[in-house]
């Protein structure tokens, strides 16, 4: 998710990062996947490759905004879908009186 972003962090041996809890969004899914880069002095060593990608959903991060018009994705495609039928009926209608 771009709102969370990546997370770059400098440490001597062993490293850990942590997300922004403020940053997700409760009960959402997430996937991360790290990597690694060495650094000695002035010299820095090549990035490695991409971990396995983890995912997990959230028991922290603020709630999930409630829709504007307190409708489901799958409510309105229901309302479209019933429209598209009632245009057809009425269409049909039309035509056989014609």
């Known amino acids: 998710d771009p709102t969370v972003g ?12 942590q997300l922004i809890p403020s ?3 409760k009960d959402e899914t997430y996937e991360a996947r790290v990597r690694v880069q060495a650094f000695y002095s002035d010299q820095s060593g090549n990035w490695s490759e991409w971990s396995p990608t983890e995912s997990w959903v959230s028991q922290v991060g603020s709630p999930k905004p409630a829709s ?3 409708v489901s994705s799958r409510g309105v495609l229901t309302l479209v879908a019933l429209a598209l ?3 057809g ?3 049909l209608i039309r035509k056989n009186n014609l």
């Open 6 to 17: 990546t997370v770059k962090r400098k440490c001597k041996w062993d490293c850990e990062a």
């Open 23 to 25: 940053l997700l969004m």
């Open 85 to 87: 039928l009632l245009a």
């Open 68 to 70: 504007e018009w307190g």
């Open 89 to 91: 009926i009425v269409l």
